[in-house]
């Protein structure tokens, strides 16, 4: 039995406005401070209280999708009405997508309409992470997930269910410097944490609720909670 991806985690300084803020963005539902996804996304988000405060850019950000310019300008509007901002990530002026960071500061960017890349793909396009082609097979043989994109460094898998692409852009991308604040919360058997070892992750220890913490080829931190 492969391992699931049951959640995609965010630190956050205040989980509960974190939660608000995004079901009124994604049309989520929430329990606590987990958002419950009422699309095809597979996966949840679980807003975990961490005492440091934001600093330097994620190396994972959701990528919005937009029907037509009216609903970008709709959703941008929307992510600022509820105190979201827009940023400078150096982005070009002749760049069509629109750059925005939560009230926390965590990254996202809503793509303009016609992208061919994210058709068929929900409201949720894309999470994309700043890393290595080899993270990217790693995480496609981790999930189960096929390869929908491998050319040159960058790569890309999706659930075979649908829901968002997960990306990789490949070199150059930033040196990590701590902790990440957005992780991927896996669950399966015990047998499960060997393999992912034997795909070439590293065990860092278990957490205090039992959960198996590992990082992937990258040092990416994620964790496993095993199910019997």
């Known amino acids: 039995m492969t391992a699931t991806l049951q959640a995609l985690g965010f630190d956050a300084h205040d989980p509960h406005r974190l939660t608000r803020f995004w079901a009124e963005i994604l ?16 996966f949840r988000i679980r807003f975990v209280a961490a005492g440091e405060l934001k600093a330097g850019k994620n190396h994972a950000h959701f990528d919005l999708t937009s029907e037509s310019l009216e609903g970008q300008r709709n959703t941008v509007a929307r992510v600022l009405d509820l105190g979201g901002r827009r940023i400078d990530i150096g982005q ?3 760049e069509e997508h629109v750059v925005l960071a939560d009230p926390e500061g965590n990254e996202f960017c809503v793509i303009e309409p016609g992208n061919g890349f994210l058709a068929e793909c929900g409201f949720v396009g894309a999470l994309a992470c700043d890393g290595s082609r080899a993270a990217g097979h790693f995480w496609s043989k981790a999930l189960d997930w096929p390869l929908v994109w491998d050319e040159g460094e960058e790569t890309a898998i999706r659930s075979p269910h649908g829901g968002p692409k997960i990306t990789w852009g490949g070199p150059p991308f930033d040196a990590k410097t701590g902790k990440r604040r957005v992780r991927f ?4 058997p015990p047998a499960e944490v060997d393999r992912l070892v034997s795909l070439g992750a590293t065990r860092l220890g278990t957490g205090e609720d039992g959960r198996v913490e590992l990082a992937d080829p990258d040092g990416n931190e994620f964790s496993v909670v095993v199910t019997r």
């Open 27 to 42: 049309g989520w539902e929430s329990d606590g401070t987990v958002l419950i996804p009422t699309d095809d996304t597979g």
């Open 185 to 188: 919360d896996l669950g399966g």
């Open 92 to 94: 070009s002026p002749e």
